[in-house]
């Protein structure tokens, strides 16, 4: 895998964004050389439920794509509450996992009805202090009903 530049500022992926002017998802994985090696018998390009453990038709990522009813709002404020409604995959997926951008292809619909993607070209990592801009961006919105979307065990 070549090496992918950082992106170190929301207004950073913002440029990106404008760029690339395409199918760009964020990954929350240990990377592109992970993810998207081969092996004998397909591509590696798979992920799996995290219920059952049965593999899944692509990367389940999730989509940076403008939807019309966001309208005239902020790309910024788009971005961030994107990048923060995963954050939690960090944790969860254990030490080396960080968020990337790929440009792809929805090929299936996940179990969380996420996308499946087909990796085409990576695009980015994602920075800590991306992180941590973002998740200031969406604490200043001042919702209470709103935040990261983990899952929390119940006890008992």
Known sequence: MPDMPTVATLTELEAVFEA????LFVRWSHGPSAD????DDKRAQSSRDGLTGVPLPGLSANPLRLEPWWADRPLRLWLARRLHDYEHLRELRGPG???WVLRGRERARGPDNEPLVICDRPVAWISDDVLREAE?????QASP?????ARHRRPG
């Open 145 to 149: 009903e709103w935040g990261p979307l």
């Open 36 to 39: 998207l090696e081969q092996d």
């Open 20 to 23: 690339e002017r395409g199918e």
């Open 97 to 99: 996992v960080r968020p």
């Open 136 to 140: 200031e961006l969406v604490n200043a």
